[in-house]
């Protein structure tokens, strides 16, 4: 692959520091990279393969001489990437910014690369739930349309950044020490009321919308539909933030038009790029958050029948927040631009 002229934007965050550990591990091909993050974090510095960085304040004149830009979520995407596409960067999005916008492409390489052809400057990254359950829709979708999803998921407090995660080891400490525990960020950060994380679980992730449902839960049936091109997919969600510190899992229950036997699905889901089957009842053997963090495969497992539909079937999948559900599914579509030159 030809090597390019990188632009990281929230580089100080989690998945920030998620994307310097991938691009290290992956030999990811660039020549110059530039560290960008908020005033707040603007003079610090960063050791990154043998050399020092200095963190740089984003601004609308950081994008100059940047073939691609990784942006790490939050605020910064909606300000800065316009200036970044002007500048002649292609833009890689973890923010919800432009998630629907028809314009922009929203892709999971193994799932939907054609997308990335159509993009027009900006490519936006599905939220981090969507892209664990995708992965393992793909394959099961190319062997028979799918009607119906119903999914729960069981997220981290990775999924609420570094804030959530810090939030959940104070909270273990403070119940340790027998201390009155301190709730400040979840289940929403930017609202004034809050619960504790530790030895609960909240079914709330981000704001509760008109219908009733949260935008998390908004944001898994729209953006699976986008993904996967089918307007016409029935999709109901329901997503619980869980004492963990990273990796999600769900609870997916998928109704097809045809039969798909769990035999032919576990065949399917096998051979699907980034998708590791681990579903072996008699030995107690099947996805944990805690197995998959830090790991970039997907893993699948209680694949089983659901008698209650025709044509149905049920599965348990998990995957690392960070990772695959964030800096590395970007940074696979930014390998993709490269060797493709999209």
């Keep these: 692959m030809k090597k390019i002229n990188l632009a990281i934007v929230g580089v100080t965050g989690a998945v920030g520091q998620e994307f310097l550990k991938l691009i290290e591990e992956r030999n990811f091909p660039f020549n110059n990279l530039k560290m960008l993050a908020s005033s707040r974090s603007a003079g610090k510095k960063i050791n990154f393969m043998g050399k020092e960085y200095t963190v740089e304040e984003t601004t609308e004149n950081s994008f100059e001489g940047v073939d691609i830009a990784l942006f790490a979520g939050g605020k910064a995407s909606k300000v800065f990437a316009p200036a970044a596409v002007k500048a002649g960067a292609v833009c890689i999005d973890n923010s919800s910014t432009f998630r629907m916008d028809k314009e922009v492409p929203l892709v999971v390489p193994e799932v939907n690369p054609q997308a990335i052809k159509r993009h027009k400057g900006i490519i936006a990254n599905p939220n981090c739930s969507t892209i664990i359950m995708v992965m393992a829709l793909k394959p ?23 804030e959530g995660m810090d939030e959940l080891k104070n909270q273990l400490d403070e119940l340790a020490k027998g201390e009155e525990v301190q709730a400040k960020v979840l289940p929403v950060a930017s609202l004034d009321k809050h619960y504790q994380i530790a030895s609960n679980l909240l079914p709330q992730i981000d704001i509760f919308m008109d219908n009733l449902y949260t935008k998390e839960e908004m944001k898994m049936i729209d953006e699976t539909r986008k993904i996967m091109e089918d307007d016409a997919m029935k999709i109901t969600a329901t997503t619980v933030r869980v004492p963990v510190f990273r990796s999600h899992a769900e609870s997916v229950n998928v109704e097809f038009e045809d039969e798909i036997s769990v035999e032919a699905a576990r065949a399917a889901l096998e051979k699907f790029s980034g998708v590791i089957v681990k579903d072996n009842p008699a030995e107690m053997l099947y996805p944990q958050p805690l197995e998959t963090s830090g790991k970039d495969n997907v893993e699948v497992g209680r694949i089983r029948k659901d008698f209650s539909v025709e044509h149905g079937l049920n599965f348990w999948v998990c995957g690392d927040q960070i990772r695959k559900g964030a800096a590395l599914n970007a940074l696979q579509i930014a390998e993709y631009l490269i060797s493709n030159e999209a």
């Design 140 to 162: 099961l979708y190319d062997i028979s349309k799918i009607k119906r999803i119903v999914v729960s998921t069981y997220q981290a407090v990775s999924g609420a950044g570094r």
